[in-house]
């Protein structure tokens, strides 16, 4: 191992015009640059989709309230839904991946830098569009002005006779632009951890992040290529008089449902395995031991990446498909539980004889543990079709995947957030706020997330502005809104935490949790090309084997 | 989760106890039609198999927290470094894969029951359309067409008369459900799915479009009445009737055919053929107005009459705009079409 931790000097000192550093973040290519813009764009849109969020809960706080219209609430929860998958989620996963991928591989850029740079300002062109359409929506018939036919689009509602204007055409080319962008991080991803390791890291000595963000955009290749098409049939359908989703002129509902869903589901993998990544990096630094059954994980998540592709149909349990097919996509949904019920298993197996330290990283990491392994559990029941006849488009599937995107993506986020700040700025979030946010958070969350199953189970329909006293989801609802709040209050907390901390944080130094992976061998944030000299690696855990010559852990490999 | 079992444990009694009154609960856990209640033993099952899992993975969570935390005892040394052991990685392999066969076997077992379920001969056969924001009823063999509240007769599980539905769309999806009777099906455009239902207990069964359909998705209630063999009888003779001619209202019969109400709504015996709207020849027999938006008063139905959106938002009838003489002359008609 000889890691070169000699910074190489940044040549620009602080004092430039501001429009000189704005000029550089705008046309830089390095990947640590784009990572935080991804990060800070993401924020930007976690933000405004969380108000939409919040609108939403105003609305359905007691039985026929009449906060909103129904016009508004649409567009509220199509907004929201669609916000939240496309510009936050997708975009703060890439950041990042952007930044962490070549830093953990030993590699001093993205493979395509010019590529990754245009693939992020496509990304931030679509979610633009969609925020336009709220001026220029309307078009010629003062019809809605922003996209409210559901984040599904199910046809025909999309179709110019149910959604005359523009602002389904503002959705459809919103989410093709940044479609294209995610294909192109994709690619560029996927070239990245193929040809440029550094020399002595082949695959089997990869860290899992970079393996589980390599099947990530393996399945984003695959995934959004078939929403991009259904985008442009649905372009067709609108301007050029096709009838491929028309059902007027005898177009399918069905097969927007198919091209939607096979995108649609992959798509929960490609938004969680990123969380796994950070999961499988965090939680084995904290409680102080390797990975328990790394060769296990990375075959688990090959696994989850093949079998996700064959489960999109169980989304539509409900639209008459025949006792086959039930039974099919059944058994293939059911199946995704058994390799995640493994990586469940082998976390826990590194936290087993561990040391464990409950830094706030580590909180995030044990509050992910126990909310996703709730998310399986009831996604195993959704997955029983005939239960889903009546679980499906309720408020139990609503909270079950605020489960999965909150309770284990967002957590997962956050714990990266607390571990990586350092490195990305040179400071450590502060301690006391980040305990003050997991708590807060965690007890908003559980507030909104539990109880919103049970007006599911009590045959509360998603999607719907108000609904009829009497049938006992009134008290579920207020409780339901309370906790949202709760939420919104630690994320204040969060952005005070970010902010306040990037001036008056401790002083990180290169590797404040003495962890084991590339990243933490260079300066706290790297310089520019990264490495000085690219490092040799003779293990999983460079940085071990540098701090244990006695034990390092090539002998066990 | 477990507080879930219980709360829904509870909720399940209290909906039995409650099955004296008239109108369900939209509760899934009380089922009262056989689809339903083979949907519920399912989901006992799935409940009691995921809470067992839940059980154990959380205790062995709870258990590694406590007892490998970091104590100061220990501090800058560190523990054992294990890469993994292939015996329990295999066991935790082997028995999920297990459990995921278990589960399947049994859920394949009801798929089957409820889909494949042979149709017998003295079943009812019911076409149901979707439109936004409402529900169409047909009954082929009797010839009845009617809207949002759906009548059906009691099915005595000695001699069995379950209710087939055909579920089809006029626009946009839906998705017929009502949790006490059975699970839910869409209703999707150039498309014929079906579903059955058997309630053995005559009462008003309540649920709602549960597939997105557009601005008033929220206001497109269901009621289901299921009548008892005598009264379902007197419906249907009801409901074949030609449509009443009262000379008391000619006036507002002739607001009724001379405004646009007739382009969409059907009366049996006027001049009114249109299919976009509810067929109206026996409107006073149903309860609510607008699918379930608001109780059929006078009141209501006058309201409904000079403005729709008061009531129900974005629905797709119009204003017509009329004067209040002739609001009350049509309101007064269309009250005497028992």
Wanted: aromatic fraction near 14%.
């Amino acid at each position: 191992m000889s890691t070169n931790a000699i910074a190489i000097e940044n040549l620009k000192s602080g004092a430039q015009p501001w429009t000189a550093t704005l000029h550089e973040w705008v046309t830089t290519v390095d990947h640590k640059r784009i990572g935080i813009l991804y990060i800070l764009y993401a924020l930007c849109y976690l933000v405004v989709a969380g108000l939409e969020a919040l609108i939403i809960r105003v609305q359905l706080v007691h039985a026929h309230n009449s906060f909103v219209s129904p016009q508004v609430f649409n567009r509220m929860f199509t907004m929201h839904g669609t916000t939240m998958i496309f510009f936050v989620a997708m975009p703060i996963l890439f950041g990042f991946a952007n930044y962490l991928v070549p830093l953990m591989i030993g590699a001093r850029d993205m493979a395509f830098p010019r590529l990754n740079a245009f693939s992020f300002w496509l990304t931030a062109l679509g979610g633009l569009l969609l925020y336009f359409s709220f001026l220029g929506g309307n078009g010629l018939y003062g019809a809605g002005n922003a996209p409210d036919a559901g984040w599904w689009a199910y046809a025909p509602l999309a179709a110019k006779a149910f959604s005359p204007g523009h602002s389904s055409d503002y959705w459809t080319i919103a989410l093709l632009v940044s479609g294209f962008g995610s294909i192109g991080t994709a690619i560029n991803i996927l070239a990245t951890v193929l040809c440029m390791r550094c020399p002595g890291m082949h695959l089997g000595r990869m860290p899992l992040l970079v393996w589980l963000n390599l099947v990530m955009s393996g399945m984003v290749l695959i995934a959004v290529t078939p929403l991009s098409a259904a985008q442009l049939m649905l372009l067709v359908d609108r301007y050029l008089g096709g009838h491929f989703f028309d059902t007027q002129a005898g177009g399918s509902a069905t097969l927007w449902m198919h091209f939607f869903w096979i995108f649609g589901h992959p798509e929960v993998y490609i938004l969680i395995l990123p969380a796994f990544a950070f999961m499988s990096e965090i939680i084995p630094v904290f409680s102080r031991k390797p990975i328990f059954g790394y060769p296990v994980m990375v075959g688990a998540t090959v696994f989850i990446g093949f079998v996700s592709m064959s489960v999109w149909a169980h989304h539509m349990f409900t639209i008459g498909m025949n006792s086959y097919a039930n039974s099919f996509f059944t058994i293939t949904s059911m199946a995704v539980g058994i390799p995640t019920g493994i990586k469940i298993f082998n976390w826990l197996g590194t936290m087993w004889g561990g040391r464990i330290q409950f830094k706030t990283p580590m909180l995030f990491c044990l509050g992910f543990l126990f909310q996703f392994l709730i998310a399986g559990l009831t996604g195993i029941m959704l997955a029983s079709s005939p239960f889903d006849w009546q679980l499906g488009n309720s408020y139990f599937v609503v909270a079950h995947f605020h489960y999965v995107i909150v309770g284990g993506i967002l957590f997962a986020l956050f714990a990266a957030f607390y571990y990586w700040y350092p490195k990305f700025t040179g400071r450590l979030l502060s301690e006391r706020l980040g305990k003050l946010h997991f708590w807060l958070f965690v007890i908003g969350f559980h507030v909104t997330f539990d109880v919103m199953h049970i007006p599911g189970i009590l045959g509360m329909p998603r999607r719907i502005y108000t609904y009829e006293p009497g049938r006992g989801w009134e008290g579920m609802n207020l409780i339901v809104t309370v906790g949202a709040f709760i939420q919104a209050l630690a994320i204040l907390v969060f952005v005070w935490n970010l902010v306040v901390s990037y001036w008056k944080g401790v002083k990180a130094g290169n590797d404040p949790w003495d962890a084991w992976t590339l990243e933490w061998s260079v300066s706290s944030p790297p310089p520019t090309y990264n490495f000085a000299s690219i490092p040799t690696v003779a293990s999983r855990r460079p940085l071990w084997d540098m701090k244990h010559p006695e034990d390092p852990d090539y002998r066990y490999e | 989760m477990k507080i879930y079992r219980l709360l829904a444990a509870s909720l399940c009694l209290s909906a039995i106890d409650g099955a004296a009154q008239q109108v369900s609960s939209t509760n899934i856990f009380a089922p009262a039609s056989t689809p339903a209640r083979t949907i519920f033993g399912l989901s006992v099952f799935v409940l009691v198999l995921t809470a067992a899992i839940f059980c154990v993975v959380f205790t062995l969570l709870v258990y590694s927290v406590v007892k490998f935390r970091d104590r100061s005892a220990d501090a800058g040394r560190e523990p054992a470094q294990i890469y993994g052991s292939t015996q329990i990685e295999l066991a935790w392999t082997i028995i999920p894969v297990l459990i995921v066969v278990v589960l399947f076997m049994a859920t394949a077992r009801v798929i089957h029951a409820i889909q494949d379920a042979p149709k017998p001969p003295a079943a009812l056969d019911v076409t149901v359309i979707g439109h936004q924001f409402w529900w169409e009823f047909r009954y082929p063999k009797l010839g009845i067409i009617t809207a949002n509240e759906l009548h059906i007769p009691v099915s005595d599980p000695a001699h069995p008369t379950p209710t087939f539905l055909k579920l089809m769309s006029a626009d946009t999806d839906h998705s017929f459900w009502v949790p006490e009777l059975g699970g839910k099906t869409d209703l999707i455009p150039n498309r014929v799915n079906e579903m059955w239902i058997d309630p053995p207990r005559a009462g008003i069964y309540l649920g709602q479009c549960a597939q997105y359909c557009g601005t008033q998705h929220a206001k497109m209630l269901l009621r289901v009445s299921v009548d008892s063999r005598a009264d379902f009888a007197a419906w249907v003779r009801a409901q074949q009737q030609p449509a009443v001619q009262d000379t008391k209202v000619t006036a507002g019969r002739r607001v009724f055919e001379t405004t646009s109400c007739i382009n969409c709504h059907t009366v049996s015996g006027t001049a009114a053929n249109g299919r976009f709207g509810p067929d109206l020849a026996h409107f006073m027999n149903r309860s609510t107005l607008a699918s379930g938006a608001a109780e059929n008063t006078i009141a209501n139905l006058r309201l409904w009459l000079k403005n729709p959106d008061a009531i129900k938002p974005g629905s797709l009838m119009p204003a017509m705009q009329l004067s209040d003489a002739d609001l009350d002359a049509l309101t007064a008609y269309l009250e005497t079409l028992r």
